[in-house]
T-cell receptor, first 113, second 113 residues
Framework: GEDVEQSLFLSVREGDSSVINCTYT??????LYWYKQEPGAGLQLLTY?????DMKQDQRLTVLLNKKDKHLSLRIADTQTGDSAIYFC?????????????FGRGTSLIVHP | DAGVIQSPRHEVTEMGQEVTLRCKPI?????LFWYRQTMMRGLELLIY????????DSGMPEDRFSAKMPNASFSTLKIQPSEPRDSAVYFC???????????FGPGTRLTVL
């Protein structure tokens, strides 16, 4: 199986909350990230959370971390059409002797009026 | 800073031709990553460099793919010979040390006919 798993699609109505879920494999990961990819562009870091935290809030974004279940979620409050994008979960993982982010396949968030 | 620069932005070529993708990382960053993104396979890490040295190339699909980083400000990804299944968006990203925030370029959309 893949290291980082996410559902591929999520559709929400404008103004509702969106919750994007992710599971990861390495319980020793110290950082977990959410990246956003807008159409036709590269990925951009949206937010991150240290593994010693349960929650991080940043304006409309809330990140929840359940280390026991290796589950990460991103909640977007009052979702807007501009939030339509692909959201990637990533865990900091040892690869080739170094620690680098390992990305999931991404969740396409579709916001409709 | 102009961010990560990739060229060309679009490339259309015929099967069997050599393709060279180019990347200029952000000045001062010492880690560089090449990714491939397709609908079927999502975002795949192909290879990453640290201080111009390839650290992990286990994601390179086959011998037709090669990557170089002759200096801190330039990297190439070459496909020779190209095949239709290589059609994808190829991203370059850089970071200050491997496990910090990655900054992605706009990508090169490759179409192999």
């Amino acid at each position: 199986g893949e290291d980082v798993e996410q559902s591929l699609f999520l559709s929400v109505r404008e103004g509702d909350s969106s919750v994007i879920n992710c599971t990861y494999t390495d319980s020793s990961s110290t950082y977990l990230y959410w990246y956003k990819q807008e159409p036709g562009a590269g990925l951009q870091l949206l937010t991150y959370i240290f593994s010693n935290m349960d929650m991080k809030q940043d304006q409309r974004l809330t990140v929840l971390l359940n280390k026991k279940d290796k589950h990460l979620s991103l909640r977007i409050a009052d979702t807007q059409t501009g939030d339509s994008a692909i959201y990637f979960c990533a865990e900091r993982k040892r690869t080739g002797g170094s620690y680098i982010p390992t990305f999931g396949r991404g969740t396409s968030l579709i916001v409709h009026p | 800073d102009a961010g990560v620069i990739q060229s060309p932005r679009h490339e259309v070529t015929e099967m069997g031709q050599e393709v060279t993708l180019r990347c200029k990382p952000i000045s001062g960053h010492n880690s560089l990553f090449w990714y491939r993104q397709t609908m079927m396979r999502g975002l795949e890490l192909l290879i990453y460099f640290n201080n111009n040295v390839p650290i992990d190339d286990s994601g390179m699909p086959e011998d037709r793919f090669s990557a170089k980083m002759p200096n801190a400000s330039f990297s190439t990804l070459k496909i020779q010979p190209s095949e239709p299944r290589d059609s994808a968006v190829y991203f370059c990203a850089s970071s200050q040390d491997g496990d910090n925030e990655q900054f992605f370029g706009p990508g090169t959309r490759l179409t192999v006919l």
